[in-house]
């Protein structure tokens, strides 16, 4: 499986960013796959998850901001951020975890808001 995240970019403060995750391969083996965030200094956190049968979590700095949402294929998960602030900046990854247990990580996208 392979993920390609993309989306990142630099924002002003208030602004939205959507953020894609695209994934390939046997995808239909994925039990979940989320969005997490890393700032510098700081540790890996997850931003937002939804499972194989549709059911999501956020985490708690980013409810009522954040949407995760997949295609109808599955093929690709998608993360609409509004209300940004600047202590969202961070290197945003995509993870998939797979029924077997095996956890795929994508290449990180830059998010940037500017205040």
């Known amino acids: 499986v392979q993920l390609q995240a993309s989306g990142g970019g630099l924002v002003n403060a208030g602004g939205s960013l959507t953020l894609s995750c695209a994934a390939s391969?046997?995808?239909?083996?994925?039990?979940?796959v989320a969005w997490y965030r890393q700032a510098p200094g700081e540790q890996r956190d997850l931003v937002a998850s939804i499972t194989n049968g549709g059911s999501t979590d956020y985490a708690d700095s980013v409810k009522g901001r954040c949407t995760i949402s997949t295609d109808s294929t599955k093929s690709t998960v998608t993360l609409q951020m509004s209300s940004l602030k600047p202590e969202d900046t961070a290197v945003y990854y995509c993870n998939a975890k797979f029924y077997s247990g095996v956890d795929y990580w994508g290449k990180g996208t830059q998010v940037t808001v500017s205040s």
């Open positions: 391969g046997s995808i239909f083996r994925i039990r979940v």
